[in-house]
């Protein structure tokens, strides 16, 4: 059985090995007082358990690293819209009116498309709502009317409105063929941080 003899020679390496973490308490478990005899193997395997527990911790801390930039990201999100409320927006329509069917751009002007986009509908002065936001199939009634007779008819549409981006400077809002709700509409935008 082979020796390694802790003597003036090979004394800084056992140091550094201690000082860098590396061997840590383990090794001076194996070297009592009395001693000063540790075999090669049992060194290399102390070596090579120590190397594995780096390893892993190395692998804790850059899970570590990743969750703290997405929470450093999250809280520049935040505190990019105000913090617990959002602050004023970066672009309001106000009140425009919209054709059933029809589609009407809006020119918000910020040059992005990572945006938290807004869209609320309105019905009369005292209505607003966002019925039916992206679309709703329902059922409706349609009147026929002739010269000698009424009729009601039950089909279904689509009803609501819904908004999608066009270019880094404008929004398009388009309403339902057949939707009643949505005679106005408004938007509130907020721009996000990149």
């Not at 802790?6 to 007082?33: F, K, M, Q, W, Y």
């Not at 060194?43 to 090579?48: H, W």
């Not at 689509?158 to 270019?167: C, K, L, N, S």
Request: glycine share 10%; no cysteine; net charge negative.
């Amino acid at each position: 059985m082979s020796y390694f003899k802790v003597d003036a020679r090979n004394a800084g390496l056992i140091l550094v090995a201690l000082i860098g973490g590396i061997v840590g308490g383990v090794v001076s478990d194996h070297l009592t007082e009395n001693s000063d005899l540790m075999t090669q193997a049992a060194f290399r395997t102390e070596l090579l358990a120590k190397d594995t527990q780096i390893t892993t911790l190395n692998s804790k801390v850059l899970a570590l690293e990743d969750s703290y930039t997405q929470l450093s990201q999250s809280v520049e999100t935040l505190e990019a819209l105000g913090g617990a409320g959002f602050g004023a927006p970066d672009y309001d329509s106000h009140w425009m009116p919209i054709d059933q069917g029809g589609s009407v751009e809006v020119s918000h002007n910020l040059g992005s498309t990572n945006l938290l986009v807004y869209l609320v509908g309105e019905y009369d002065d005292n209505y607003t709502h966002q019925y039916a936001y992206g679309g709703n199939e329902e059922h409706y009634v349609e009147y026929v009317m002739g010269e000698f007779y009424f009729e009601s008819i039950e089909k279904v549409g689509t009803f609501g409105a819904w908004w999608r981006t066009d270019g880094l400077d404008r929004v398009i809002v388009f309403r339902h063929e057949h939707d009643d709700s949505w005679h106005e509409f408004r938007v509130l935008i907020w721009r996000l941080p990149e």
